[in-house]
């Protein structure tokens, strides 16, 4: 039987990091992976679940909030026409085989390299949100038959390695090939939802060690975490919404690139420290 005094630490961790990562997606249009996932690995280590399928935990998780965030962001992007569904068709298959060999290969990954693989894809991400620029092109239209081939099972795969949807990786892909902005965040709405529901399945299928998991963890998706971030993700995006259009996020998303780098260093630390 859990602790009394460390399930209530447990949720009022979950209840701030949900609430953080809401505000962050409102205000920055981040995806609350990005967010999530270190912010789980931190709270559930410091609350002694600790182990070497602790990332795995972090990951599906994040990934279980995806499906409902990206289901609801999708749905009202489609209500003002944003979404690009041509692309959306044409990405999905290679998107859900890339995720499921991602999860496979996750499945058989300690801890501490796939905290390695975060932390490496952590900085290249936020790199990009420091120094990108919006006019940066690789090319006029998004790639034909060849490229998607290639480019989509990459994100699938990449997004479970780091437990995000399709924002991090999709957004600017999109971009760079001259997609519109406004119509590249609907897009990619669509894509978490692709990347999430076929892991998802697949990490309810991944056990983690009884003694190394929080109460009420069904595969490796932990489901107070689950419920509470969505609960707070609810409340606190819209906050984050009305702050972006109350002040210019430009210089936020640049401060955010930096803390995302930094935290992305400390999990690099860690995990050579062993």
Not at 39 to 52: E, H, K, M, R
Not at 234 to 246: E, M, R
Request: proline share 5%.
């Amino acid at each position: 039987m859990a602790d009394t005094a460390l399930l209530v630490q447990m949720l009022v961790l979950l209840l701030v990091i949900g609430g953080f990562a809401g505000v962050l997606a409102g205000l920055l249009g981040v995806g609350g992976g990005i967010v999530l996932v270190p912010a789980f690995f931190y709270a559930f280590q410091t609350l002694g679940y600790d182990g070497p399928q602790l990332m795995q935990m972090c990951l599906a998780t994040s990934l279980a909030t995806i499906i409902v965030t990206s289901m609801r962001s999708v749905l009202s992007h489609n209500k003002k026409g944003a979404v690009d569904w041509e692309i959306l068709r044409r990405w999905s298959p290679g998107i859900v085989i890339g995720a499921v060999l991602g999860v496979w290969l996750v499945s058989g990954l300690k801890s501490q390299t796939l905290q390695i693989v975060f932390g490496c894809l952590a900085i290249i991400i936020g790199l990009y949100m420091l120094l990108g620029r919006a006019h940066w092109r690789l090319r006029d239209s998004m790639p034909g038959l060849l490229g998607t081939a290639v480019l989509s099972p990459l994100m699938g795969f990449g997004s479970v390695l780091m437990g995000i949807g399709g924002g991090s990786f999709g957004v600017p892909l999109m971009s760079l090939m001259n997609v519109p902005i406004h119509r590249a965040v609907a897009t990619a709405a669509g894509f978490g939802v692709v990347i999430a529901v076929p892991s998802v399945l697949g990490f309810l299928m991944v056990q983690i060690d009884p003694a190394m998991r929080p109460p009420l963890t069904l595969g490796s998706v932990n489901l107070v975490a689950f419920v509470l971030v969505i609960a707070m993700t609810l409340i606190t995006t819209p906050w984050g919404v009305k702050l972006a259009h109350a002040m210019d996020p430009g210089p936020l998303k640049k401060a955010f690139g930096v803390f995302l780098t930094l935290v992305a260093l400390n999990m690099l630390r860690k995990a050579m420290l062993g």
